[in-house]
């Protein structure tokens, strides 16, 4: 419980401090008039309150990312406590709150923009690509995701496929939803609808960590008890857990979102609280469901409890969504019937939002790039009608291969953006912090040593001796 209580005051301390600093060297001008009230065009760009742009970020950003993510980390033992805190703070803070404020100053443009302006155009033709595929692995990880939890609860028509079985009839009716949220105006939906869905993430997050703090404070994973990897299939903890937990600590994808939120912004000063701020709710949610899924299992049987427990549960689903079924049995059994359902709606509706979300900044990023004014409904069919296909196809392919390969490329396209964010700061605020780009450059460093590491030593890539 010390472990918990200490790193989710860090988390809240980081808010008031870090990102003051943050904020202060990057130099926000209250009285510039930003993209939501110069661009005002009833679609994209529309005026929204702070409070409910707040909402829309978390819930865009959130899905089942900082979930999934912390509980498939947690295998790697306590050491994923201190990459959720510090990733946040360092580096997921940092990352979320350049994007959003940099496409604010940029005119609203879309994350390839942002990082092909400092870095060039072929690496903006790069991130075009990278963007589009991250986007697409996303929208059907978090498609394949709902649908199963969906399918527990109320069972529909499926489809067999190889070895698995395809819950098609919910995946048809999230994608009748998709196609709604994509091309309808920020407001319509999204802005009135997901708020709603937000508090009730927080509410579940919430929920679930009193029940843990009341009940199963003593299971809870100590860092005291040392930070060696627990992984039980060889893989070693740097650099997969880093790449495992990416939305609780830093995610290539919130880059991609805080440009759907910078056109809504009304004053710079929004920004730590919406960008940053954003990020802080979502590592503490992450933490809660690392600390959660570590305390939940114990099988008296065999003596194993905590992340033995939680090892030896996904031993006995090979092949099986295990963050899926483990958000299933945490909600039902710790929130009851009432509160599980709200909180199994949570952990649904974020991710489709999520997904929806995703497919909107990817047409937002294809009509960047063909210069295409959104207004006209159906030039954003157009767009939007491709990038269904390709994310109908990919649902198709085993989730866990899906996962990985997302994970990687959420994390390089995060690593981008850090070095992208250094040279504007280095070329625009060098004058009166010499020394402000390293908040940037920094975490920019690790992160390509997490990347590149990976992709050489991965089963899903050259499969190197770590050594």
């Known amino acids: ?78 050491a994923a406590f201190l990459w959720i805190v510090f990733g946040t703070i360092f580096a997921g803070g940092v990352h979320d ?187 503490i949610l992450a933490l809660i469901w690392a600390a959660a899924a570590g305390s939940f299992f114990a099988d008296p049987e065999t003596g194993l409890y905590g992340i033995d427990g939680l090892q030896a549960f996904a031993a006995q689903h090979p092949g099986e969504n295990i963050a899926a079924l483990v958000i299933d049995k945490v909600s039902r059994s710790w929130l009851g019937t009432v509160g599980g359902i709200l909180a199994i709606i949570g952990v649904i509706a974020a991710p489709i939002t999520s997904g929806d979300t995703a497919l909107r900044s990817a047409r937002l990023i294809v009509a960047d790039f063909l210069k295409w004014d959104q207004r006209p409904i159906p030039r954003r069919l157009i767009i939007a009608l491709p990038l269904f296909l390709c994310v109908f196809g990919m649902v198709f392919v085993d989730f866990n291969i899906v996962w990985r390969y997302f994970a990687w490329t959420n994390q390089t396209l995060a690593t981008f953006t850090l070095w992208a964010g250094t040279v504007w700061l280095y070329k625009y605020r060098r004058d009166k912090y010499p020394y402000g780009y390293l908040i940037a450059a920094i975490p920019a460093i690790f992160m390509t040593a997490v990347c590149l590491s990976y992709i050489l030593i991965a089963p899903e890539g050259f499969h190197l001796h770590l050594w």
């Not at 008031?16 to 009833?42: N, Q, S, W």
């Not at 999204?190 to 843990?212: D, E, K, N, Q, S």
């Open 1 to 78: 419980m010390f472990t918990f209580i200490i790193a989710l005051i860090v988390l809240i301390v980081g808010f008031f401090t870090y990102g003051v600093l943050v904020e202060k060297i990057f130099g926000v001008e209250p009285e510039r008039k930003t993209p939501a009230l110069t661009k005002t065009d009833g679609v994209d760009f529309v005026p929204m309150a702070p409070w409910r742009i707040f909402l829309v970020q978390f819930l865009n950003i959130a899905g089942l990312g900082p979930i999934f993510g912390a509980i498939m980390g947690i295998f790697y033992g306590p």
């Open 97 to 283: 709150y350049l994007s959003g404020m940099l496409s604010i100053r940029k005119g609203g443009v879309s994350l390839p923009d942002i990082v092909g302006d400092e870095l060039g155009n072929g690496v903006k033709t790069f991130m075009r690509v990278l963007s589009l595929v991250l986007l697409i692995l996303l929208t059907t990880t978090f498609l394949s995701g709902p649908a199963t939890l969906l399918q527990g609860l109320c069972p529909l028509a499926t489809f067999n496929f190889k070895l698995s079985t395809i819950p098609i009839a919910w995946v048809l009716i999230i994608f009748g939803y998709y196609a709604l949220a994509t091309v309808l105006p920020v407001d319509k939906l999204i802005g009135r609808f997901y708020p709603i869905f937000g508090a009730i993430l927080l509410f579940m997050g919430i929920g679930i960590m009193i029940v843990m703090l009341g009940w199963h404070s003593s299971e809870m994973p100590e860092v005291f008890d040392g930070l060696q990897n627990r992984q039980t299939n060889g893989l070693p903890l740097f650099p997969m857990m880093f790449v495992s937990i990416a939305c609780g600590a830093i995610s290539g994808f919130h880059g991609t979102q805080s440009p759907i939120m910078a056109r809504c912004v009304t004053n710079e000063r929004q920004g730590r609280w919406i960008f940053y701020g954003a990020m802080v709710a979502e590592g």
